[in-house]
């Protein structure tokens, strides 16, 4: 394992004490109209049905049911806003993907998405949760391009890394790397996360962290 230099360290303190702070569910948004008034920079978590976004929101807070999880895929059905006195606002975003939903509402979510990603100049980047397992498939890449177009800045999370054989997690990340290597709004760095085992959280929390300074 490559030894961490003191600049790393201190950059991975940071991003603990940024997230030491308490966290608090503010609103759920179901349309563009009500979102709250532009004020702190945003962040948001986007990814398919049952990627594990709400357990990542928890993990990354240190708050067990900050973001309600279920095992039911298209739980998430609006824009859910959390904060906390960092300057930051956390947006967990409607999975997208989940088949057995009505079209009606389906369709809605995804309205709700492109609007916010379109007209939100508070965000500062959207971190697209790709379950490691599985890799990117045909509704990621069609997000990735909406993000492309809209020239919002995200960045790959891999979850649920603690499932993976030995050896599977390197094949996944130089997968991915390719997959993004051209797109143009793409942040370069992957972060591979286990929300069980607490893996790669601590760098999580202090990109977040730099981005939010």
Not at 30 to 49: D, H, N, Q, T, V
């Amino acid at each position: 394992m490559p030894e961490i230099d003191q600049e790393e360290i201190d950059r991975l303190e940071r991003g603990r004490l940024f997230f030491a702070k308490p966290w608090d569910f503010v609103m759920s948004v179901p349309s563009i109209e009500i979102l709250p008034p532009i004020g702190p920079a945003e962040i948001a978590f986007s990814g398919r049905s049952n990627v594990g976004k709400s357990s990542l929101i928890n993990a990354l807070t240190n708050r067990i049911g900050l973001a309600r999880t279920s095992n039911t895929p298209g739980r998430t059905q609006e824009l859910n806003f959390f904060t906390s006195d960092s300057g930051l606002s956390i947006v967990d975003m409607p999975g997208y993907g989940y088949a057995e939903a009505p079209k009606k509402l389906v369709d809605a979510w995804n309205r709700l998405i492109k609007d916010y990603l379109r007209g939100r100049v508070s965000l500062r980047r959207v971190y697209v949760l790709i379950d490691s397992r599985h890799g990117l498939k045909a509704n990621d890449k069609l997000t990735l391009d909406l993000l492309d177009q809209t020239a919002v800045s995200y960045q790959i999370v891999l979850t649920k890394v603690d499932k993976l054989k030995t050896g599977e997690l390197a094949k996944v990340r130089a997968a991915t790397e390719a997959a993004i290597a051209k797109r143009p709004a793409a942040f370069p760095t992957i972060i591979a996360t286990s929300s069980e085992t607490g893996e790669g959280m601590d760098l999580l929390r202090a990109e977040i962290a730099q981005l939010a300074s």
